[in-house]
C-alpha cells in the first residue's frame, strides 16, 4: 500500500465514524445504560477481531517484544474512553459530541510533534483553525453548552489521542490487526470486568430484540472504523489521519440535520465547503513539505 491508500483509509474511517457518533447516540439512550451498551459494542467487535486472527494466526514475538504498548492502547484507547464518551453522549447532544471530539486533531498534534517528531506547518494550522471555525455552524448547531457530558467526551477524546500516537509506534513493529485485537480484546475484558464489577451484568439479559439489533449497528460501524483507522496510521502520518477524521463531523451533523433538527439550508452546505478545504490544504501542504523532503507522509 503507498500513501495515498492511507488517505482513503482514513476516509472511510470518517464515514464510519461520523455515522457511529449520531447512530451510537440514540443505541445507547434506547439501551439506557452507557457501560452495559459500550460493553456489548466492543466485545461484538472484539470477536469479529478474534476471528480474524485465528484464520490468519500472530507472531507472539511481537506479542511479548510490545506487550507494554499493547496493553496501554486497551486501557487508554479501548475500554476507559469508550465509557466516559458513551455515557457523555448519552447526556450530550450529537452534535456537541461530533464537535469535541473533532478537536482530536489538536490534542494528536500536540503529542506527535514533540514525540513522532511530526511536521506541522503555519499553513496546516491555518487549515486545522478553518476545519474547526466550520463545526461550530454545520448541521443544526445550536451553540455549546457545556456540562458533565461534554466534559466526560473531551476526557475520552484526549485519550483517544494518546493512544493515536502510542499506535503509531506499536505499528511500526507490530501486525495492524493484532494492534486491533489488543484494543479491542484486551480492553473488551476490561469493560466486561468493569460490568462485573458494578453488578449491571443482569441489565445485559433485559434487553429487547430491538436493542440488541441497535446494538448489533453499532458494532458493524465500530468494526468498519478500527479496522480502517489502524491501516490508515499504518500508512500516513497521525497529524494527517487525524485531520482526515475531521471530515466525519459531515456525516453526524448531515443525519443530525436530516433527521433530528430537519434543518439542511445553505449554512450547511457553506460550512461544509469550508470543512473539505481546510482538510483539503493540510493534505495538499503535507505532500508539499515531503516533495521537499521536510516531511514524510508516513
Known sequence: MNKTDGVKLALATAGFS????FINGLVVKAVGDA????????????LVVAAMLLSRGVDWRQVRQNWFKLLAIAVIGGSLPF???????????????????KTLVFWVA???????????????????????????????????????????????TILWAVENVIAKVALRQVAVDTVVGARMILGSILLLLATLATGKMGLIFKLSIGQWGLTAVSVGL?????????????????????????????????????????????????QSVLLVAGAWFFYTEAKRLRDEGRFALR
Do not use: C, D
Request: hydrophobic share 55%; net charge positive.
Open 222 to 270: 465500530l468494526a468498519g472504523y478500527v479496522l480502517s483507522w489502524y491501516r490508515a496510521l499504518k500508512q500516513a502520518p497521525v497529524t494527517l489521519v487525524a485531520t482526515v477524521l475531521t471530515l466525519a463531523t459531515l456525516v453526524t451533523n448531515g443525519l443530525s440535520a436530516i433527521f433530528v433538527t430537519h434543518n439542511l439550508n445553505l449554512g450547511f452546505i457553506y
Open 83 to 101: 465509557y466516559l464518551f458513551f455515557e457523555g453522549l448519552r447526556q450530550a447532544a450529537s452534535v456537541n459530541a461530533a464537535l469535541i471530539h
Open 35 to 46: 457501560l452495559v451498551f459500550t460493553t456489548l459494542k466492543n466485545l461484538g467487535v472484539a
Open 110 to 156: 500536540l503529542w506527535a510533534i514533540p514525540v513522532l517528531k511530526e511536521k506541522v506547518s503555519l499553513k496546516q494550522l491555518l487549515a486545522l483553525g478553518l476545519i474547526f471555525g466550520s463545526n461550530l455552524v454545520i448541521g443544526g448547531y445550536q451553540g455549546l453548552v457545556w456540562g458533565r457530558g461534554e466534559t466526560m467526551i473531551l476526557a475520552a
Open 18 to 21: 461520523g455515522a457511529a457518533v
